[in-house]
Structures are given as C-alpha cells and as structure tokens.
C-alpha cells in the first residue's frame, strides 16, 4: 500500500468504520466469538453485582418491596443463563441489544422497589453496553430511555424534583457518551493497526518474493558470492561458492593450501581474500591459487566491495570469486607456444641476417640487387626484433628485464633526442612534425639501451596513431629526485574502453586495429616497472594523447625502501 492508501485509511475510511463493522455483523458476515464473549462478559458482571445486592437485601434490614426487588433480580440471573445458552453468532448483531434493554427493565424493578435508595446506579452498565456498542443509535436509545424512567419515577414519587434526582440522569448520559467516545475511538485504532498489518503482511510477502527472486539469480550464476555482515558473520551465499570451496578444498574447517598468483610462493593467512574482507579492505582481482597438489591447483579471482548501511556506517561487505584456472592455463599454454616458436625463429633470422650482411658488402653487387638486399635486411631487421618483443613478452615474469639491465647514469635529454631524430624520416613521409622545445636537462638512473626502447616504441605509437600533418611534442623534466619524459602526440586519442586493456599483452587499440604486435606498450611498462618507475595515459578521443613516464633521477631513489 502506498503513501496515499495509508493517508487514506486514516483520513477517509476510519471514521465509517464502525458503521460498515456494524452492518457487516448485521448482515451475519462476521462469525467470531465477539458478540458471545460480549454480551457473557457484561451480563456477568451486572450479575455478579445484583447478587451481591440480594444477599445484603436477605441477610439486612429492607424497607422497601422485596417482591419487586427480587423479581429484577432474578430477571438479571436468568437473562445471565441465556446469555450462555444464546448463539448470538448465528443471529443478527441487533439482537443482542434485547440483553442490556431488558438489564434496564430490571434494573427500574429494583429502583421502584427502594426508591430511596441508589439501585439506579446499576444502569450504568446496561447503558454503557448500548451506547459502546451500538453507535449513534445506542447512545439515543440510552438518552430516551433514561429520560422516559427518570421523568416516570418522578411522577410516580410525587416528590419535588432536587438536584439529587436530575444528578444521577446527567451521570448516566455522560458515563454514556463517554463510552460511546471511547468505542469510536477503539474502533479508530483497530482500524488503524488492521490495515498496517494487511500492509506489513503485504510487504513482507513481496520482500519474500524478492527474496527468492535474488537466492534463484544468485544460484544460477557461475561465480561465488558472499555477502558479509558489518561483525563478519556470513549472511548471505550462493551454491557456486560452495562449489568452488569444495572444489579447492576449503569447506571444512581446516588449513588451506593457498599461493599467491604465481602459483609457487605461498601465500599468508592474513593475506587471504576472505581475511582481507572481514579486516574492511576492499580490493580488485585477488589471483590465489589452492590445493596442495601443484598439478591440480585451482585459481580463483577475487574482488571485494565494501557497503554503506543506511546510516552511512559500515554495513560490511560483497565478496565475490571466479575460477579462472582454465583462463590462466590457456595463456600460460598460449605464451609457452608462442615463446617456444620464437626462440626457435631467431636461430634462422640470425643466419639470414648474417649472409645478408655479408652479400650486401660484396663490391661486385650491382646497385639495383644492393638496393634489395637493403630492403631485405631492414625487414628480417624488424621481424628479428618483432620475434625478441614476444619472447620478453611471453616471460612469465618480470625478472628476465630486470636481469638483463645494466642501470647507471643516463642523460635522458639526449636519448629522447635521439630516438626522435631516427624516426624523423618516417614521421616525415605523413608530413608529422616532431617537436624537441620541451626538452629540458635531465637524467636519470636507467639501462640506456632499455630506456631508448621505451622512447622508441612511444614515438613510434605517436606516428601510428597521428593524423597526418600532425604533431608529436616530446619532452623531459626532473626535479633531482624523479625525472619526467612526455610523449604528447594529437592524433585520433584512444577510448575509454581501450584505456583499460591498452598494456595488456597482444592487445591493439583502436577500431582499424593497425599493424603491430600488440606488445609495445606491455613491455614498456614492464622495462619502465623495472627500473623502479612508473607509466601514465592522459587520452582524450579526437584529441590526441599523452604517455608520461616516471624514473627515479639517481641510484638512491632506486635503493630507497
């Protein structure tokens, strides 16, 4: 029920709601034990009070008719005894008002048997019982009646009429209407909560709706999620993650066999994924390998978000886990190949070069066939260095670089000079500009010929990329501690989407996907990661782009902690 229904129900439907309750009894579609319950519990109660007042009649001194007196009594017990034998249920809802109308025939019985005495207080109870129950109608019932009795007992009294004979009329009319206020208000009330509780019930069968919905889409995905309590107990998780705890062997309650994304080194309990959640870490992508067993290792990928409670405090976290050990082991395989087929390339590449060499300083070569032998070597040139950028991508680590480097003092203005003026020529047949303003005086703590294979493969995507008539701004900066270079070209820019996988291996950007490996960018991030440094992308497409690359200035800031 929305906002409105529930305004409704209490500006609109509260106030008629005894009427239609009434007449929803009158029509017999209630068959509860009200009515009973009712009219047993009031006529009890009188009851109990008349017999009381019989006894102290029988055991005292009464001065006025003990006939009459009695037979309102007995009237009051024997109208009790029906009261138990009556189905009121079963009848009309006006026909328990018979009951408190013949209480006040009885109770007049009393009253003109000892008119001097305060029997007629006893109507309280039979006119409290109309005027609640009854309505409107009731509470008119109430005021003739009581009107009619006290107006006949006066006239039968021959007696002056004193306050004391209007006070006890006025009580009874006002005990009434107060009974009456009281009954509409109790209605109000039950009308009220009747209503919230079909709301509650309607909003928690739609949030049990909810909830099956969510547990079906949560077990029919093929990844683990666990939801995790602010205190760290597990609420919520799906059967995928109980498949994968089975499948590494993490269901029980024991130590698990658990390595980092290298698969070797081992990896600590405080590191493990689950830990790092309940600790309030969020993280991306966690490689860890399970099993004991090294050839029947799984891996799984795990990520981490935190969650905000409504109150903006911590409402714990999401953890979710994805196998991808046949991912990793197909690229495992797929490097493996591609690292094999390449070594096995530069043994005939090598020989080729060399004879090539040796034909094209052989004087007695005409012009025109050293002109092909030129083109020939500048091409098995470019497929030997295309076969040395898959192997050092197809290394499984990092350690191949950063062992055949030989860092020292490196004047980084010069080697960026450097690289631009070799490429000048092929940036010249697209009419690109390359510009060397920005280059001020650095240096840098790097392997030269690493850091000019870095320079080079930038430059050289700056060209690719660029319109023609464009320009290339190249530049260098340092501040003594790390040293800038900057690589700005104003071509086509690359996407967001292309952003996010741009150094990874074998990856083009760009729709046309142009000539090239895919390897460039991937290894110079590796060989700039090496020498301590690191690589960044401003991109904007239509725009052009700019590669930064940070290096530490001096061997200290590489030894640093």
């Given at each position: 029920?929305?906002?409105?229904?529930?305004?409704?129900?209490?500006?609109?439907?509260?106030?008629?709601?005894?009427?239609?309750?009434?007449?929803?009894?009158?029509?017999?579609?209630?068959?509860?034990?009200?009515?009973?319950?009712?009219?047993?519990?009031?006529?009890?109660?009188l009851a109990s009070v008349a017999f009381v007042l019989g006894v102290l009649v029988t055991t005292g001194r009464f001065t006025g008719d003990e006939a009459l007196f009695f037979t309102g009594v007995v009237i009051i017990v024997l109208l009790t005894g029906a009261t138990f034998v009556i189905p009121w249920n079963h009848l009309a809802y006006g026909w328990v008002a018979v009951v408190p109308a013949i209480d006040i025939v009885a109770i007049t019985l009393m009253q003109v048997a000892a008119p001097r005495t305060a029997m007629g207080l006893l109507w309280i109870f039979p006119t409290t019982w109309l005027a609640g129950g009854f309505g409107l109608l009731g509470l008119f019932a109430v005021i003739v009646a009581i009107a009619g009795i006290t107006s006949v007992l006066t006239v039968l009294s021959a007696e002056q009429v004193t306050y004391t004979t209007l006070l006890l009329p006025l009580v009874l009319v006002a005990v009434a209407a107060t009974s009456h206020l009281n009954a509409r208000r109790s209605d109000a009330q039950r009308t009220l909560l009747a209503k919230q509780a079909q709301?509650?019930?309607?909003?928690?069968?739609?949030?049990?709706?909810?909830?099956?919905?969510?547990?079906?889409?949560?077990?029919?995905?093929?990844?683990?999620?666990?939801?995790?309590?602010?205190?760290?107990?597990?609420?919520?998780t799906n059967e995928a993650h109980a498949r994968l705890q089975q499948a590494t062997g993490s269901e029980g309650g024991d130590e698990v066999s658990a390595f980092r994304d290298d698969g070797v080194t081992p990896l600590p309990a405080d590191e493990l994924p689950l830990e790092r959640a309940l600790r309030g870490e969020a993280f991306d992508g966690q490689v860890v390998w399970f099993g004991a067993d090294p050839g029947a290792r799984?891996?799984?990928?795990?990520?981490?978000?935190?969650?905000?409670?409504?109150?903006?405090?911590?409402?714990?976290a999401v953890v979710i886990s994805r196998d991808i050990t046949t991912e990793l082991n197909a690229l495992k395989a797929r490097d493996e190949l591609v690292a094999s087929v390449s070594h096995e390339l530069r043994t005939p590449l090598t020989s080729i070069l060399g004879y090539l060499d040796l034909a094209i300083e052989d004087p007695g070569i005409p012009d025109h066939v050293r002109a092909n032998l030129d083109i020939a070597e500048r091409n098995a040139e470019r497929l030997l260095r295309i076969v040395a950028d898959i192997l050092a991508a197809s290394s499984s680590s990092s350690s191949s670089i950063e062992a055949s480097m030989t860092p020292q003092d490196v004047d980084v203005t010069e080697v960026v000079r450097a690289a631009g003026d070799a490429l000048l020529p092929r940036a010249s047949t697209r009419a690109i500009t390359i510009d060397t303003s920005g280059l001020e005086a650095a240096s840098a703590w790097a392997d030269p010929m690493r850091l000019r294979q870095v320079v080079d493969n930038l430059i050289s995507n700056a060209i690719s990329y660029n319109r023609d008539g464009g320009t290339i701004f190249l530049g260098t900066t340092t501040d003594g501690i790390s040293t800038w270079i900057l690589v700005r070209d104003t071509g086509i820019g690359i996407s967001e989407a292309d952003r996010a996988r741009l150094f990874q291996r074998f990856y083009k950007a760009g729709a046309d996907r142009r000539t090239g490996t895919g390897l460039g960018l991937a290894i110079t991030r590796d060989i700039v990661r090496a020498h301590g440094g690191e690589i960044g992308l401003h991109s904007s497409p239509g725009v052009g782009s700019t590669f930064i690359v940070k290096l530490p200035a001096t061997a200290a800031r590489e030894e640093a902690p």
């Open positions: 029920m929305d906002d409105e229904g529930l305004h409704g129900a209490k500006g609109r439907e509260v106030a008629p709601h005894s009427a239609r309750v009434r007449s929803a009894w009158l029509r017999g579609d209630f068959a509860d034990s009200t009515r009973e319950r009712t009219a047993t519990l009031n006529q009890l109660l709301l509650l019930r309607r909003v928690l069968e739609r949030t049990r709706r909810q909830e099956q919905v969510v547990t079906e889409v949560l077990d029919a995905v093929d990844f683990g999620i666990t939801r995790i309590d602010a205190d760290g107990r597990v609420a919520v799984q891996a799984l990928s795990v990520s981490a978000r935190r969650l905000l409670d409504p109150d903006g405090g911590d409402g714990g």
